[in-house]
């Protein structure tokens, strides 16, 4: 079941999906590598090349499942690297903004734990219950664009903040959706 802003986005998305009839899992492992170029750019602290690559990143994070739907190479592979890339680049991203010193190392990793606890929740659900649940403000295109726009304006720390509120929200309502489910 989608959202209204997975349906809305996927339908700005989709004029770009459509031409490229390439193997999706190819734009999986680049939006992996584009995010470590990113990791890269925090280091050195150059926050607008690290929000580019983040975004080129995010931007390919999403059109691979469109590319996959669209072409007809949806695979069970394909969905298990998508939500793999997504858990390390989401990983990869917060560990780089705590090496470069940008944020507290408890709030970064906190901002991980309540992040990556919300996505595993989410599948365990789904698993249990055989039904898939409607995001809560977790959706992966709004963090994707807190931290870009943390990135660009040089907010990093706020950013993580908001991450952080976003996982523990999303934490606790997938709790309590999943007390009503299960």
């Known amino acids: 079941m989608k959202t209204r802003t997975q349906a809305k986005l996927e339908n700005i998305l989709l004029p770009l999906a459509r031409p490229l009839n390439i193997n999706p899992n190819i734009l999986t492992i680049f939006s992996v590598l584009s995010t470590l170029g990113s990791a890269y750019y925090i280091l050195k602290f150059e926050l607008v090349a690290a929000s580019a690559l983040f975004f080129i ?8 499942g469109l590319v996959a739907r669209e072409h007809s190479r949806a695979t069970k592979l394909g969905a298990f690297l998508d939500k793999t890339a997504d858990r390390a680049n989401d990983g990869v991203i917060l560990l780089a903004i705590v090496l470069g010193g940008y944020v507290e190392p408890v709030i970064g990793l906190a901002a991980f734990f309540f992040i990556f606890l919300a996505s595993y929740m989410s599948e365990a659900i789904d698993a249990l219950s055989g039904k898939k649940i409607a995001e809560a403000i977790s959706f992966r295109p709004i ?3 807190v931290v870009f726009l943390g990135l660009l304006f040089g907010y990093v720390a706020p950013a993580v903040w908001v991450l952080l509120f976003i996982g523990l929200w999303t934490t606790l309502y997938r709790l309590f959706k999943a007390k009503w489910l299960l």
């Open 57 to 64: 990143g995010a931007l390919l994070d999403a059109l691979d």
């Open 143 to 145: 963090r994707s664009a």
